[in-house]
């Protein structure tokens, strides 16, 4: 069993940055496949990036060249840095950690409960 507790969302203005934090408990923190996700209001949850275990990393082009996913396996702890952000970077951010993960929802395992990010215009 995995819990994942998020922290760092907000509210920032257009242009401007943040960093997310994904902690873990549990076992084996550094095996799991880790992914963010996020939910605009009234839309789909959608694929933000991902971070396997080896180290590589997978983008959504919407946030390719901005956003940048890292893991801490010492600190069980996984991040979000999120630059150049835009309005439509507004949503519920969550991550999620997997045995064999990949870009969907359902190759994750668990999920924590996610943060708001609000950027204005």
């Known amino acids: 069993q995995v819990q994942l507790v998020e922290s760092g969302g907000g509210l920032v203005q257009a242009g401007g940055s943040l960093r997310l934090s994904c902690a873990a408990s549990?076992?084996?923190?550094?095996?799991?496949?880790m992914g963010w996700f996020r939910q605009a209001p009234g839309k789909e949850r959608e694929f933000v990036a991902a971070i396997w275990r080896s180290g590589s990393t997978y983008y959504a082009e919407s946030v390719k060249g901005r956003f940048t996913i890292s893991r801490a396996n010492a600190k069980n702890t996984v991040y979000l840095q999120m630059n150049s952000l835009k309005p439509e970077d507004t949503a519920v951010y969550s991550c999620?950690?997997?045995?064999?993960?990949?870009?969907?929802?359902?190759?994750?395992?668990?999920w924590g409960q996610g943060t708001q990010v609000t950027v204005s215009s």
């Open positions: 549990g076992r084996s923190f550094s095996s799991y496949v």
């Open positions: 999620a950690a997997a045995r064999i993960g990949g870009t969907r929802e359902a190759e994750y395992d668990y």
